[in-house]
């Protein structure tokens, strides 16, 4: 009976440990499934919070995907990085993708999903204007953007809006290198310059310049950026996609949820040259002005304005399909 007892035992403990191995080669089994993902961003920017969220709330492991996140420093850069295959995903302007299929792109990059719906800039002056007025930046100096990407196109969209003509009513100077436009005002150029954050905060706080009016307000509703793959790429891995996008979207419900200051604290790693102070401040005042969707649907209403903005600004030489340059069947999917 002592004997059968001892054996009974050495079998429990070595079941047991075998379990155990298992339970350990499971776990290495779940990291081994993680999938490498190379995302370009346009710009680092806390603009694009919700991502960030997804990043640091661990969303994408949760999905599968491990994320390596590099930064295009523009929509050009970044749409070469996804057509030579060197970015599996591009999260930039729909323009891009617009340009790209008219140049006669063999493979189409395709826009998935949409992160932002108003335009991130603001109209920032020397003095502080309470009472601004769009037609106080008549016959004025103004530092701009790129020609023919999104914050250029809108901006002077806004100024149509308004009566205002880009090219005759305004001097707007296109000369200076994104990122840079900012100390060229602190060091005395232009009257108004266009800013994204953290500039525009960051010239408040030195008491170099103060924003008047944002340029999404202003614009009312625009997709402003978008993630994109190429065509041949959503085909052969739409898994990644999909589970890409619900990482997205649960990033998206983050933000919807909760506060401005529980969104910088989470998104503070991302920004470690920044202070908490100045990232709630910029994250409030994107959250104030209904800058993030609630779901990451890219509408044909969305396109079709967008198409508008490139036809106002000289940018467009034919419209585009909308079935051809985007599939919302992941967004959808993932808003469920």
Same mark, same amino acid.
Do not use: C
């Given at each position: 009976m002592h004997k059968r007892l001892i054996a009974i035992v050495t079998l429990m403990v070595t079941v047991l440990a075998a379990l155990g191995g298992c339970q350990k080669d499971t776990s290495a089994d779940k990291e081994e499934k993680l999938t490498k993902?190379?995302?370009?961003?346009?710009?680092?920017?806390?603009?694009?919070a919700p991502q960030y969220v997804a990043i640091e709330e661990g969303y994408f492991q949760e999905e599968g995907i491990d994320l390596e996140l590099v930064t295009g420093f523009g929509a050009d850069k970044t749409m070469t990085a996804v057509l &030579?295959?060197?970015a599996d995903i591009g999260f930039m302007g729909a323009e891009a993708s617009i340009y790209a299929y008219q140049e006669g792109a063999n493979d189409p990059v395709v826009n998935f999903a949409q992160l932002t719906q108003r335009a991130g800039n603001f109209l920032?002056?020397?003095?502080?204007? $309470?009472?601004?007025?769009?037609? $106080? +930046?008549? $016959?004025?100096?103004?530092?701009?953007?790129?020609?023919g990407g999104m914050p250029e196109m809108v901006f002077e969209y806004v100024l149509r809006q308004n009566d205002i003509d880009p090219e005759k009513d305004v001097a707007i100077d296109q000369s200076i290198d994104f990122g840079s436009t900012a100390a060229a005002f602190s060091g005395g150029q232009g009257d108004f310059t266009v =800013?994204?954050?953290?500039?525009?905060?960051?010239?408040?706080?030195?008491?170099?310049?103060?924003?008047?009016?944002?340029?999404g307000v202003d614009s009312g509703y625009v997709p402003y950026t978008?993630?994109?793959?190429?065509?041949?790429?959503? =085909?052969?891995?739409?898994? +990644? +996609?999909? &589970?890409?996008?619900?990482?997205l979207q649960k990033g998206m419900d983050y933000v919807q949820t909760h506060t401005p200051e529980e969104i910088a604290k989470v998104i503070a790693p991302q920004f470690e040259e920044t202070d908490l102070d100045t990232i709630t401040t910029i994250v409030k005042r994107y959250y104030d002005q209904d800058t993030w969707k609630d779901n990451? +649907?890219? =509408?044909?209403s969305s396109l079709d304005l967008l198409q508008d903005i490139l036809e106002s600004s000289g940018e467009l030489d034919a419209r585009v399909d909308y079935k051809d340059l985007v599939n919302t069947s992941f967004a959808e999917k993932a808003a469920k």
């Open positions: 993902v190379t995302l370009n961003e346009v710009a680092h920017s806390i603009f694009y &030579s295959g060197e920032v002056a020397r003095e502080k204007m $309470d009472n601004f007025q769009w037609s $106080d +930046i008549k $016959d004025k100096n103004v530092l701009g953007g790129r020609k =800013e994204f954050e953290p500039s525009a905060t960051a010239l408040e706080k030195e008491g170099k310049g103060y924003v008047v009016a944002s340029v978008a993630y994109s793959a190429k065509n041949s790429f959503m =085909e052969k891995n739409p898994e +990644i +996609i999909q &589970s890409f996008t619900n990482a990451l +649907i890219f =509408e044909k």
